[in-house]
C-alpha cells in the first residue's frame, strides 16, 4: 500500500488508531467463516467525522475500504478482500439515547448486541434480535448482515428492528436514512441498506426498536429417538398454526459435543432434542406450552421437560449458544453451513444431509432454527489438509443444491459476502444479478466499499476460492 | 377513438390480443390519473407481456402506470405524462400455496378478499386490513403502501413480505427475496417496492409469510373527556404486558362520521349505538387468544382505563367486532366520501407525542374553520382528515394554509407527514408529499437505475420521482 495512505490515516486519527504491521494484521484477516483474507491497514475511528475523512481519504488514493464490527461473521463479508483499509468500529461502542417510553435506542455501530438488552433491562426491555454470537458481535455488524437468531422465529430479524440509520457513503457523504417515527415518506432505504453485507454504506449510527420483556417465559426439552420425530414435530407446530418464540433442534452427535463441554443436561443417548420456547402473558404461554408439549408426544417424544426456573432455561440456553464452541474442541477445523428450506421439507432435508456426510465420508452435525427451516449443518474436517477441505466444501455445496432444490435458499442469516457469491446464480437470473449489481454502483460507484462480495467475479461458477484456515472456531 | 390511442392499441394488441386493449375513450375514463387520461388500456396476463408492454413504450417515449381495482390512483402527485394503463387484474393466480409452511406466492392483480377466502380455509390470513377491502387487489396494497389496524401485531407488509417479481422500468423481469421465512440471499430489493407507487417497477408477484387465524377475538371501546387522556392509556397499555392486535384512538367527530349515509354504504354492518360518544376521544383495541387470555385483556383494559379516567368503557364480542374493525380499515375511504374536498393528512411521530400532534393539528384545521376528525394508530401514525364543506377555491386556500401548518408542526415535534389524498386540482397547492427529505437524493439514485428514462409512473412520487 502507497505510504502516504497511512501517512493521512495517522495525520486524520493519530498514530495509536491505525495499525499496518504485517503482524498487527494478522488478527485482522480472518473472520468467523474458513475464509481469509489481509487488509493493508486498520484503522479505529472514534466519530462519524473520523469516518467520513477516512472514507474521503480512500477516495483520495483509489483504495478498497471494508467495515468491521467484531468480526464474528461467518460469509467473509467483514474480510478486505482486495486488501485497503479495515474500518474496525470498536472505538465507537456508545449508546447514544435510549427512549423508554417510545421503545427506542440510538447507539453506534460498535456498541456490542448483548450490551443493548443489559443497558435496558432495568426498563423491562431488550433488543430482539439474538444472534448466537450476541455477546461479542456488534450493533453495525448485525444491520450489515440483517442477522437473525434464534427468537428471530417470532420476533423477526434485524431489519425488522431498524428505525433509521446514519450512514457515510462510499463517495464521502453523510446521510440519514429513515426517522424514529415510522412510515417515512419515500423508498425504504433503510430496508435496502439494512442486510447490504456492507456494499452500500458504512453504518454511522443506527435507531433500534426496543421490545418489552415477556411476562411470562416457558422453556421445553422434548427429547426424541429418532431424527425424523423431532423433525415431523416441527413441520406439525408450524402447520397447526402455533407460533413459538424459538424452535431450535440438536442433533444426537451435536448433544454429545454439547454435554461433554457445557453440561447443559441434554441426554447423551438421544437421536435429537427440540429446544422450544413460547412467551407472552401467562394465560397464554401455559396453553401454548400444553398445546406443545402434546405435539411432541404425539410424535412419540421420549420426554418433554419444562425448565422450572430461570437457572435450568439458562442452562438449556447455553448448551445451544456455546454449541459451536463445543464442537470446536472435536476437530481442527469445522465449517458451518447456513442453507434454508420450506419447513415441510425438514424430515427429507435431514435425511439427504445424513447421506450426504457419508458419502463424502465426514461427520454431519446439526443445530439450526428448526422453526423457521434455517439449517446449520457442521462439517468436521481437517483443513491441513487439502483433500478433506475441497471434500468439505463439495459436500457442503451440495446441501445447498438440496436445499435450493426444496425452494429453498443460500442463506438464511450467515449472509453471502465472499463465501457464497458464487452460489449466486443458482437464485438468481444473470438479469437480477444486474440489477442488484446496478443498485450497488448507484452508492458506491467506483467499488471502493466492500469489493469481491455478494456477487459473482467472472470467475467460473463452481471454482472453489476458499482456502483453509489453520485452526478454525466459529460461531452462528 | 383518438388516432394516437389506435397506433399504440394495434402495438400492443400484438402482444396481448386485441380482445385486452381498450381504445374506447369512454372505457378509458375509470383509468385517469390526476388530470391525465391515458390513450390506451391494456389488460396483459403475464410478466413477460408486460415487459414487452414496457419496452415497447421506452421506444415510443411513452408513459405506463399500472392499476389493479384503480381505488387509490389519487395518491401521489398528478403525472408528467401518462399514456398507457396497465390493468393488471388478469394476473390474478394464487401461484403457490404452501398452508403447512404458511408461505404464499400470488399474481400482484389477484383481489384481496379473494386471496382472504383461499387463506380462511386453511385457517390463516394476512394481517392487510387495508381500505377499500372489498375491492382492492394485492398489488395495489402493495404499491401503494397503505396500512393495517393489525400493524400494531404484526407490523407492515414489509416485515412479511418475503420476495417479489417485477419488471423494471427498462422492461426486465427481474426478482428478489424468496419463499423461506428467513432469507439474507442479495439485496431487499422487494422492500424498495412498498409504497413506490410503481415508479420502481411493476409488480408481478408476491411472495408472503402468512399467519394462523387467532382462536377468538374481542374488542375494548372507552371514551375519555381529552385527547391526553385517551393518548395517555395508549401509553399505560404499552408499557404493560398486553399485546393487542389493534390500537386506534378516534377523534369526537368519528361519532357522526361512523353512523354517516357514506359510512353505512361503505361498510352496511350496523355498529353498537353510542360506541363512539359525540364529544369524547376514544381508545379502542382489539385481542385475541383463549377464555383466559381474553377474560385478562378485558379485566386489565378496564383497570387501565378506570385509571387513566375513562367515561365509560364497552367489551364488543361477535359481529359486533366485524362492524367496527371494519370502520377502522375503512377510515380513509368514509372520510373521503363525507366531504367534496376531503384532504387526507398522514402524520407519524414518536407515539408519546401524539396528543401533542393532535391537539396542534386539531388548532390548526379549526383556526381555518375547516371541520376535521382523527384516527391515530397506537404505533404512532395518525389520519387526519380535514373536511371542507365545499370544493372551491376559498376551501383550498384554507386547506393548504391549515395543512402546511400541521405539517410545520409535525416536523417541530420530530415527526413527518405526508397528504395522501385532496382534491387533483388542489395538489399543486398542498405539500403532497411533505416538506423536502434529506435523503431524497439516494431515493434519486435508485429511481435511476430501475426506471432511467421514467416510463413508470412519472413524476406521481415524493419530488416529482
Known amino acids: 500500500m502507497d505510504s502516504h495512505v497511512i501517512d493521512d490515516l495517522k495525520k486524520l486519527l493519530g498514530a495509536d488508531s491505525v495499525l499496518h504491521r504485517p503482524e498487527e494484521l494478522l488478527l485482522y484477516e480472518y473472520d468467523g467463516s474458513v475464509e481469509i483474507a489481509r487488509p493493508?491497514?486498520?484503522?479505529?475511528?472514534?466519530?462519524?467525522?473520523?469516518?467520513?475523512?477516512?472514507?474521503?481519504?480512500?477516495?483520495?488514493?483509489?483504495?478498497?475500504?471494508?467495515?468491521?464490527?467484531?468480526?464474528?461473521?461467518?460469509?467473509?463479508?467483514?474480510?478486505?478482500?482486495?486488501?485497503?483499509?479495515?474500518?474496525?468500529?470498536?472505538?465507537?461502542?456508545?449508546?447514544?439515547?435510549?427512549?423508554?417510553?417510545?421503545?427506542?435506542?440510538?447507539?453506534?455501530?460498535?456498541?456490542?448486541?448483548?450490551?443493548?438488552?443489559?443497558?435496558?433491562?432495568?426498563?423491562?426491555?431488550?433488543?430482539?434480535?439474538?444472534?448466537?454470537?450476541?455477546?461479542?458481535?456488534?450493533?453495525?455488524?448485525?444491520?450489515?448482515?440483517?442477522?437473525?437468531?434464534?427468537?428471530?422465529?417470532?420476533?423477526?430479524?434485524?431489519?425488522?428492528?431498524?428505525?433509521?440509520?446514519?450512514?457515510?457513503?462510499?463517495?464521502?457523504?453523510?446521510?440519514?436514512?429513515?426517522?424514529?417515527?415510522?412510515?417515512?415518506?419515500?423508498?425504504?432505504?433503510?430496508?435496502?441498506?439494512?442486510?447490504?453485507?456492507?456494499?452500500?454504506?458504512?453504518?454511522?449510527?443506527?435507531?433500534?426498536?426496543?421490545?418489552?420483556?415477556?411476562?411470562?417465559?416457558?422453556?421445553?426439552?422434548?427429547?426424541?429417538?429418532?431424527?425424523?420425530?423431532?423433525?415431523?414435530?416441527?413441520?406439525?407446530?408450524?402447520?397447526?398454526?402455533?407460533?413459538?418464540?424459538?424452535?431450535?433442534?440438536?442433533?444426537?452427535?451435536?448433544?454429545?459435543?454439547?454435554?461433554?463441554?457445557?453440561?447443559?443436561?441434554?441426554?447423551?443417548?438421544?437421536?435429537?432434542?427440540?429446544?422450544?420456547?413460547?412467551?407472552?402473558?401467562?394465560?397464554?404461554?401455559?396453553?401454548?406450552?400444553?398445546?406443545?408439549?402434546?405435539?411432541?408426544r404425539l410424535h412419540r417424544a421420549r420426554e418433554v421437560r419444562v425448565a422450572r426456573d430461570e437457572h435450568e432455561r439458562a442452562l438449556l440456553w447455553k448448551g445451544r449458544k456455546n454449541a459451536f464452541g463445543a464442537v470446536g474442541r472435536l476437530s481442527p477445523t469445522y465449517y458451518v453451513q447456513d442453507g434454508v428450506i420450506p419447513r415441510t421439507k425438514l424430515p427429507a432435508t435431514l435425511r439427504r444431509i445424513t447421506e450426504i456426510g457419508t458419502k463424502y465420508g465426514f461427520e454431519i452435525g446439526n443445530i439450526f432454527h428448526a422453526g423457521d427451516g434455517n439449517l446449520h449443518p457442521i462439517i468436521l474436517f481437517d483443513a491441513r489438509e487439502e483433500e478433506q477441505f475441497r471434500r468439505a466444501v463439495a459436500s457442503a455445496d451440495e446441501i445447498i443444491g438440496f436445499c435450493i432444490e426444496m425452494g429453498g435458499s443460500i442463506t438464511g442469516e450467515h449472509g453471502v459476502g465472499m463465501e457464497k457469491d458464487r452460489l449466486m446464480p443458482l437464485l438468481f437470473t444473470e438479469d437480477d444479478l444486474n440489477l442488484m449489481r446496478r443498485v450497488r454502483d448507484a452508492f458506491n460507484p467506483a467499488g471502493l466499499l466492500n469489493p469481491g462480495k455478494i456477487f459473482p467475479t467472472t470467475k467460473g461458477c463452481g471454482e472453489i476460492h476458499v482456502r483453509p484456515l489453520p485452526v478454525g472456531a466459529a460461531r452462528a | 377513438m383518438n388516432t394516437a390511442g389506435a397506433t399504440v392499441g394495434s402495438r400492443l394488441a400484438d402482444i396481448v390480443g386485441p380482445q385486452h386493449v381498450i381504445t374506447d375513450p369512454a372505457h378509458l375514463a375509470p383509468f385517469t390519473v390526476g388530470d391525465k387520461r391515458p390513450a390506451v388500456a391494456v389488460r396483459p396476463q403475464a410478466a413477460p407481456e408486460i415487459a414487452e408492454i414496457v419496452k415497447f413504450a421506452t421506444n415510443e417515449q411513452l408513459a405506463v402506470i399500472a392499476t389493479g381495482a384503480r381505488t387509490k390512483l389519487e395518491i401521489g402527485l398528478p403525472p408528467r405524462q401518462y399514456d398507457i394503463a396497465l390493468d393488471m387484474t388478469r394476473l390474478d393466480r394464487v401461484v403457490v400455496y404452501d398452508p403447512g409452511d404458511l408461505t404464499l406466492s400470488v399474481e400482484a392483480g389477484t383481489p384481496l378478499h379473494k386471496l382472504g377466502g383461499i387463506l380462511a380455509e386453511h385457517r390463516q390470513f394476512l394481517p392487510l386490513g387495508v381500505p377499500y377491502q372489498a375491492q382492492t387487489t394485492i398489488g395495489g396494497t402493495i404499491a401503494s403502501g397503505v396500512d393495517s389496524p393489525l400493524r400494531q401485531l404484526y407490523g407492515t407488509a414489509r416485515d412479511y413480505l418475503l420476495g417479489m417479481e417485477f419488471v423494471t422500468g427498462e422492461g426486465v423481469v427481474s426478482k428478489s427475496g424468496g419463499r423461506v421465512v428467513k432469507n439474507v440471499t442479495g439485496y431487499d430489493i422487494h422492500k424498495l417496492m412498498i409504497g413506490a407507487l410503481g415508479t420502481l417497477g411493476v409488480i408481478t408477484r408476491i411472495n408472503f409469510k402468512t399467519f394462523p387465524m387467532p382462536a377468538a377475538s374481542r374488542a375494548f371501546v372507552a371514551s375519555f373527556q381529552t385527547v391526553e387522556r385517551a393518548c395517555g392509556m395508549r401509553n399505560r397499555v404499552s408499557q404493560s404486558p398486553l399485546a393487542p392486535m389493534t390500537i386506534e384512538l378516534f377523534s369526537p367527530g368519528v361519532a357522526d362520521l361512523f353512523s354517516s349515509e357514506a359510512a353505512v354504504r361503505i361498510e352496511p354492518n350496523p355498529m353498537p349505538e353510542h360506541l363512539f360518544p359525540r364529544a369524547r376521544w376514544s381508545f379502542t383495541a382489539g385481542f385475541a387468544g383463549n377464555p383466559n387470555t381474553l377474560n385478562r385483556y378485558e379485566n386489565d383494559f378496564r383497570k387501565i382505563a378506570e385509571e387513566c379516567g375513562a367515561v365509560d368503557a364497552t367489551v364488543l364480542t361477535g359481529p359486533q367486532i366485524a362492524a367496527a374493525f371494519a370502520r377502522k380499515r375503512e377510515f380513509v375511504p368514509i372520510a373521503l366520501s363525507s366531504s367534496p374536498a376531503a384532504c387526507i393528512i398522514k402524520m407519524s411521530a414518536l407515539p408519546t407525542r401524539m396528543a401533542e400532534l393532535l391537539t396542534a393539528a386539531s388548532r390548526a384545521a379549526e383556526a381555518n374553520h375547516l371541520p376535521w376528525v382523527a384516527m391515530a394508530r397506537g404505533v404512532g401514525v395518525i389520519y387526519f382528515a380535514i373536511l371542507p364543506a365545499a370544493r372551491n377555491e376559498e376551501m383550498k386556500r384554507q386547506s393548504a394554509h391549515a395543512s402546511d401548518q400541521i405539517l410545520a408542526a409535525c416536523a417541530a415535534l420530530g415527526g413527518q407527514a405526508s397528504i395522501p389524498s385532496c382534491p387533483a386540482e388542489w395538489k399543486s397547492a398542498l405539500k403532497v408529499w411533505g416538506l423536502e427529505r434529506a435523503d431524497f437524493a439516494e431515493m434519486e439514485k435508485l429511481k435511476s437505475v430501475f426506471d432511467p428514462r421514467g416510463v413508470l409512473s412519472p413524476g406521481r412520487f415524493v419530488g416529482g420521482l
Open chain 1, 40 to 296: 493493508n491497514c486498520v484503522v479505529f475511528p472514534r466519530n462519524t467525522k473520523d469516518v467520513v475523512g477516512i472514507v474521503q481519504i480512500a477516495n483520495r488514493h483509489q483504495t478498497p475500504i471494508v467495515g468491521r464490527g467484531a468480526g464474528t461473521g461467518l460469509s467473509g463479508g467483514a474480510l478486505a478482500r482486495q486488501g485497503g483499509i479495515l474500518v474496525v468500529f470498536s472505538r465507537m461502542n456508545r449508546i447514544l439515547a435510549v427512549d423508554a417510553e417510545n421503545q427506542r435506542a440510538t447507539v453506534q455501530p460498535g456498541v456490542v448486541n448483548a450490551d443493548v438488552s443489559v443497558a435496558v433491562a432495568h426498563l423491562g426491555l431488550h433488543f430482539a434480535p439474538d444472534p448466537s454470537s450476541q455477546r461479542a458481535s456488534t450493533i453495525g455488524g448485525n444491520v450489515s448482515e440483517n442477522s437473525g437468531g434464534p427468537h428471530t422465529l417470532a420476533y423477526g430479524v434485524t431489519t425488522n428492528h431498524v428505525l433509521s440509520l446514519e450512514v457515510v457513503l462510499p463517495t464521502g457523504e453523510l446521510v440519514r436514512l429513515g426517522s424514529p417515527a415510522l412510515d417515512s415518506p419515500g423508498y425504504d432505504l433503510d430496508g435496502l441498506f439494512v442486510g447490504s453485507e456492507g456494499t452500500l454504506a458504512l453504518v454511522t449510527e443506527i435507531t433500534v426498536k426496543l421490545t418489552r420483556n415477556p411476562e411470562s417465559v416457558k422453556t421445553l426439552l422434548a427429547i426424541f429417538d429418532t431424527v425424523d420425530d423431532a423433525t415431523e414435530t416441527v413441520v406439525d407446530i408450524t402447520a397447526r398454526g402455533i407460533t413459538p418464540a424459538a424452535c431450535e433442534m440438536l442433533d444426537g452427535w451435536t448433544i454429545r459435543a454439547v454435554e461433554a463441554y457445557v453440561h447443559a443436561g441434554f441426554p447423551i443417548d438421544c437421536a435429537a432434542v427440540l429446544l422450544l420456547e413460547v412467551d407472552g402473558l401467562r394465560e397464554a404461554v401455559e396453553q401454548h406450552a400444553e398445546d406443545i408439549a402434546d405435539v411432541c
